[in-house]
Structure formats: structure tokens, C-alpha cells
């Protein structure tokens, strides 16, 4: 018959195998758990990264927008400018010939 030292020896390799067991479970629950955590992670990378590349278009086009608005402004400024230019010139050549029938009426 076995000693009682020899069956508390087995005892005790039968539960820490069992605790081993029951954490080799634990850990593929855990592992699974992480895999799970990690799919979840990418599906929302690329989500974000989809959501980005948007945001980046959209950023060209507005960047774009205010480049032709900036041009059309200039352009209206421009026209502005040279319609004063017009003006003066109109002005200086009336007051040329107000100068000039004057001198004709006296």
C-alpha cells in the first residue's frame, strides 16, 4: 500500500495540473477575448482611416473653393481698379474740355 506522503505527492500533482488546466482555459478565453478586442480595433482603423480620406478630399475641395474665390476677388478688384482708372481718365478730359470751351466763350 502507498504512503500517505506518496498520495499527497499525487494529490497535489493531480490539482496543480488541474490549476494548470483550468489556466491554460482561462487563457485561451483570454486569447480569444484579445482576438475578438483586435478584429474590433481594425474594423475601427479602418473606419477611421475611411473617414479621413474623406476629410482629406473634402479639404482639397474647400482648398480649391477658396483658391477660385480668391481669383474671382482679385479679379473683381482688379476691374474695380481699372474702372476708377476710367473715371479719372473721363474726368481729367472733361475738365480738359470745360478748360477748352471756356477759353473758346471768352
Not at 494548470?20 to 482576438?35: A, D, I, P, R
Not at 475578438?36 to 477611421?48: C, D, M, P, T
Not at 476691374?79 to 466763350?105: H, M, P, R
Amino acid at each position: 500500500m502507498k504512503t500517505s506522503s506518496e498520495k499527497e505527492k499525487k494529490l497535489d500533482t493531480a490539482l496543480s495540473k488541474l490549476t494548470n488546466l483550468n489556466l491554460n482555459t482561462n487563457l485561451k478565453e483570454n486569447l480569444q477575448h484579445l482576438s475578438h478586442q483586435k478584429n474590433q480595433l481594425e474594423i475601427e482603423k479602418k473606419e477611421i482611416l475611411n473617414r479621413y480620406k474623406d476629410l482629406i478630399q473634402e479639404h482639397k475641395k474647400i482648398k480649391q473653393e477658396l483658391t477660385n474665390y480668391k481669383n474671382k476677388k482679385n479679379n473683381e478688384q482688379s476691374k474695380v481698379s481699372q474702372f476708377s482708372e476710367k473715371i479719372d481718365e473721363l474726368n481729367q478730359e472733361t475738365d480738359t474740355l470745360l478748360e477748352e470751351i471756356d477759353k473758346w466763350q471768352m
